[in-house]
């Protein structure tokens, strides 16, 4: 078995290839050590080779994993084998967002991640889905129902929490405001891709590809069809997992 | 070995210079610690570096006491922040000239207390130092000379002008005729200032002298350049450029001795097939702003990932040494044109147009045999951070591996910078 581990900052994701097809995958909660987190889900299983990814990769070298590979490296193995001949991924995670290129053999050929600010990440969405009342199940569903478009200016997290407490002081719909959230963080990722120079096709990975109404919107700006895998959240572990079958 | 290692302490010294003398005490075993952790714990050092590691250890004793002795014959002790300003001139005077740059996120604070977060580290670092009384070079210099570089530095030589004489140097942001004009009119009102607080005359022959120095220390470290150049390289980045920022305090000649002495050992180093960290590492070059002591962040997430930077594109760096100045030059009018010649040719990103600085880090990256630049600007810094589209198209123009970084002195975004610079790394390794 191979064992990719990618050891986020909110969750550890778990993807097990026996050679030939996923076999097992599993997330959970990061906790205060998620090396150790990670440790407990590879337990069961005999592995050949175990690779960590994600922020706790070096930690898990410490403790047990094989070799470590970072997240860009993981997630464009990981795509690249669900979508062969794929250009571009964007990739957004918890606590960061990233746009990848990648060459015609599927390596990494360029790529950028937001600086420093929870701006356009997952974290974002959660903070503003929680000022709205939403889970972030029902956040993006709800944003989807908007009929009509206002607009957050701030990218702080900060001040865009204020921003949104003064249109919900407004009157304005609920599910128009989740709208504008969720259209500031396309446009920040629409910015990323226009700066790397994307080529297509594009492909959306992380847990926050499981949003519809970010797929839709990133179509949108994109005017094209965005690649969503089946499991967008284990792609880095997927990824890390294949890197394993060649050492 | 590590632990043994310790900046010594003057305490008397310090007092007597009005410094905050128990604060100082604490940042000077912060940064003991932290020199120990990043260099002293490298493997296969040079032994030529032990001279450099004295540097550092005597940095807040031993060089200032230099210094003092140099204020007590009569000799001015200039701070500086830029390399636009002339210190052949200041040596021609018999003075010494120090870099004040600040690279420490310690002294920010301080900086903050007065001026705007917003601006460039650097800044608010050097100034920081002043205001908290926390850098004994500051206490210790006769005056300060800023320059017209930047909007942050311009503006708080102002406010630095309150706590420490400082005189201003306009340096102009074009290269026209009447610009060059400007310029030389500046240098002669410099050695003017000079000379005023020296209480002598720069003969000819005493400009001469300086020239011959500091071209010789130029040459050195042009010397040391291209021997990292080498494949493998026979010296750490680290090291390399530990040894560019000491290149700011030391007194010249002893410092070029040195530095050559060093440079002897690493050509025995190149026949002996000796390669730092190893055979194959990464080989990075780094182009941008300055990397002020004790600014060793990006050298240590690179080398700490194993590759190795080969070239720093930088006024700690290639800028400082890469040109000369032609001696030839016999009248005190031909000599400073001459100098005023060498110091146009340095391209820092506050100038416009600056094609110079494109085709200059394309040209660097040849001949470091590097095999990617990571482009490095400090956080607020406009211009370089501006510039960085230009290098950008030309690194994709050349199918060079490129990554930018913007960054400030905080520990705050080493980790995504771990992860930045190790993905770059693997783009590179394939
Ligand atoms: S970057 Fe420009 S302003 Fe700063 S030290 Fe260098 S030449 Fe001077
Ligand atoms: S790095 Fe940029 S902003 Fe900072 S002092 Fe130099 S030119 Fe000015």
């Known amino acids: 078995m191979y064992i990719g581990v990618d050891l986020g900052s909110r969750t550890v994701k778990m993807a097990v290839w026996d050679g030939e097809r996923l076999v097992e995958h599993r997330i959970e909660p990061s906790g205060f050590e998620p090396h150790r987190q990670a440790e407990k889900m590879i337990a069961d299983y005999r592995a050949k080779v175990v690779v960590a990814t994600g922020y706790g990769r070096h930690l898990a070298a410490e403790h047990f994993a094989d070799a470590v590979i970072t997240e860009i490296k993981a997630h464009a193995r990981g795509i690249s084998h669900e979508f062969p001949g794929c250009a571009t991924i964007v990739d957004v995670g918890g606590q960061d967002s990233k746009v990848i290129s990648l060459d015609a053999a599927g390596r990494v050929s360029n790529f950028q991640m937001n600086d420093k600010c929870a701006a356009g990440t997952g974290r974002f969405l959660e903070i503003m889905a929680a000022s709205l009342a939403y889970t972030l199940e029902e956040f993006g569903r709800a944003a989807l129902t908007a009929d009509q478009e206002v607009q957050i200016n701030s990218m702080c997290t900060v001040f865009a929490e204020s921003e949104v407490i003064s249109m919900k002081n407004r009157g304005i719909a609920r599910e128009e405001i989740a709208r504008a959230v969720h259209s500031s963080v396309a446009d920040r990722l629409a910015g990323m891709l226009a700066r790397i120079g994307h080529g297509d ?28 895998p089946e499991l967008p959240d284990i792609t880095g572990a997927l990824g890390a997992a294949l890197h394993g079958t060649g050492m | 070995m590590a632990t043994e290692f310790e900046i010594k302490p003057y305490p008397e010294l310090w007092a007597g210079l009005d410094m905050d003398v128990p604060r ?27 001279y450099f590691d004295t540097m550092i250890a005597e940095i807040h004793g031993g060089r200032i006491q230099e210094l003092l002795a140099a204020k007590a014959e009569g000799r001015p002790v200039i701070g500086t922040f830029c390399v636009y300003i002339p210190e052949e001139i200041v040596l021609a005077a018999g003075g010494i000239c120090v870099g004040l740059c600040g690279g420490s996120q310690g002294s920010v604070p301080d900086a903050e207390k007065i001026l705007p977060r917003n601006i460039c580290p650097m800044v608010k670092s050097a100034f920081g130092f002043k205001a908290g009384r926390i850098c004994p070079y500051f206490q210790a210099v006769d005056f300060v000379y800023g320059e017209t570089t930047c909007d942050a530095k311009k503006k708080t030589w102002e406010i630095l002008d309150t706590m420490v004489p400082t005189y201003v140097m306009e340096i102009p942001q074009l290269k026209r005729q009447r610009d060059l004009d400007l310029w030389l009119a500046e240098v002669k009102d410099f050695k003017t200032k000079v000379e005023e607080v020296a209480g002598r005359t720069i003969t000819e022959t005493d400009l001469a002298a300086a020239v011959k120095i500091m071209n010789n220390k130029r040459k050195a470290l042009q010397r040391l350049n291209s021997l990292r150049h080498h494949n493998p390289t026979p010296i750490s980045g680290k ?33 002996a097939g000796v390669a ?5 590492a990464i080989r990075v070059m780094v182009a941008g702003t300055p990397m002020a002591l004790p600014n060793w962040k990006i050298h240590n997430l690179v080398e700490g990932a194993g590759a190795v930077i080969v070239n720093e594109e930088s006024c700690i760096g290639t800028r400082y040494f890469k040109d000369l100045i032609d001696e030839s030059a016999a009248t005190m009018d031909t000599m400073l044109a001459a100098l005023t010649d060498r110091y146009k040719e340095i391209d820092c990103s506050c100038f416009t147009p600056n094609d110079e600085r494109i085709t200059q880090v394309i040209k660097e990256f040849r001949d470091s045999h590097a095999q990617g630049i990571i482009n490095y600007s400090l956080q607020f810094c406009h211009t370089y951070n501006i510039e960085e589209i230009r290098i950008r198209q030309a690194c994709e123009r050349e199918k060079i591996p490129y990554l930018f970084i ?9 980790g995504q910078l771990q992860t930045r610079i190790e993905a770059f790394l693997e783009q590179i390794g394939g």
């Open chain 1, 201 to 228: 096709p594009v492909a959306f990975s992380g847990g926050v590809a499981r949003n519809p109404c970010m797929v839709e919107l990133l179509e949108k700006r994109l005017g094209a069809r965005v690649l969503v």
């Open chain 2, 276 to 280: 730092v960290p190893t055979k194959n």
């Open chain 2, 239 to 271: 090291d390399g450029l530990l040894i560019e920022q000491i290149a700011f305090y030391d007194e010249p000649m002893r410092f070029t001795k040195k530095v050559n002495a060093l440079c002897d050992e690493l050509e025995e180093r190149i026949k």
């Open chain 2, 24 to 50: 100082f005490d604490k940042a000077r075993l912060m940064l003991g610690e932290a020199y120990a952790k990043t260099y002293l714990s490298q493997k296969n050092r040079p032994v030529g570096m032990a």
């Open chain 2, 406 to 414: 913007e960054s400030d002195y905080s520990a705050e975004d080493v």
